[in-house]
């Protein structure tokens, strides 16, 4: 969205990029079996490339999915070395070593690079024992560094993210903030008449605890597994995970394990449906690991604010989530992987009157994530990069 964004302020927008295939990991139906080609999209050139897509998510199988993009991306890149130059190249990550192909390609062009980091992923890797082998760590970090060094700017989405790449030797000037955003014109407070619920079957008057998007290991979603066994007897609440990842087929499992019929799974809805089912929540979640504490900022978070929606946000003090949740009111705070902790803030929750939460959240989107402020600033910062 942020390409087409760009080429509506008529900038000539190219994208290298998979097919798509998520979230349910699989290729999309129109993209099976297609090798490289090049599709208009909004404005947009987008050049797609084949990819390994895993069928079962685990951490070997999810390397070698990210390695056969950057393997087949670089066909679309040497096509790139005999075409027009390019002002500014962004390269968005993980995978980290993606930018290895944009810095190529700025050796050649001698053009402007941005490296814009979504989550750290090698220290999300290291910190949730994904990979415990020192010497490749070591490699990994080096390989990382030494990638945002040959990068004008280095952008994130946390002041927590980019105080972590700063202390990796990355000097301030290089840095610059660039938020995740919400377009708060499509993604906004909604009644319970308008959300979901009739839809879904879900009873006007039940409390509903949502969980929405990806289920993966940084989460630590078991705990929702956990925390619903200590309500399975309370006939009108109900947990709701709406969402695909690596994960899901445990937690379904655990929840079936546990023979608990207060939890429905649902596939991720459409983008604009998002509004509707935010809106069917009492309570959302915004869960995570101690371990990924500023390493990746929950990009979930945006919509929720955007729709007005009270969240339990596990983050602990120091983190930028945490400060964030904090000082603006706008969302409740529980300590990371406990289940106790969700369990009481749940219970809390059900029972205070959240439209203070749900006002400073709305509020606090409409100030800081908007979506025509943050990319104008970006363009702004883009219009100085070329102009030195």
Known sequence: MQAKWLAKQEHEVH???AMPYYPEWQIHGKYKGRKWFTEMLNGVQVHRCPLYVPQVVNSKKRIIHE???VLSSSFAWLRQLFAKKADVVFCVAPPFHLNYLPVFYKFF??????????DLQ???????????NKAF???MFATERRLMKKSERVTSISEG???KIKAKGISDAQVLFFPNWVDSNVIYPLSKENSLRKELGIDMNAG???YSGNLGEKQGLEIIIEAAKDFKEEKNMLFLICGSGGGKEKLMQLAQDAQLNNIRFLPLQPYEKLSALLAVADIHLVLQKKSAADLVMPSKLTGILAAGGCALVAAEPGTSLYEVINEYRAGILIEPESVEALKAGIKNALSADLDSFRKNARAYAERFLDKEAILNTFQHELNALTSR
């Open 15 to 17: 994208v290298i990029t």
């Open 67 to 69: 390695f056969s993009f």
């Open 109 to 118: 062009k001698r053009t402007k690079l941005i490296y814009h980091i979504q």
């Open 122 to 132: 090698v220290d999300a890797a290291k910190d949730l024992g994904m990979i415990q």
């Open 137 to 139: 760590l070591s490699l």
């Open 161 to 163: 993210m980019l105080n």
């Open 208 to 210: 509903v605890v949502l």
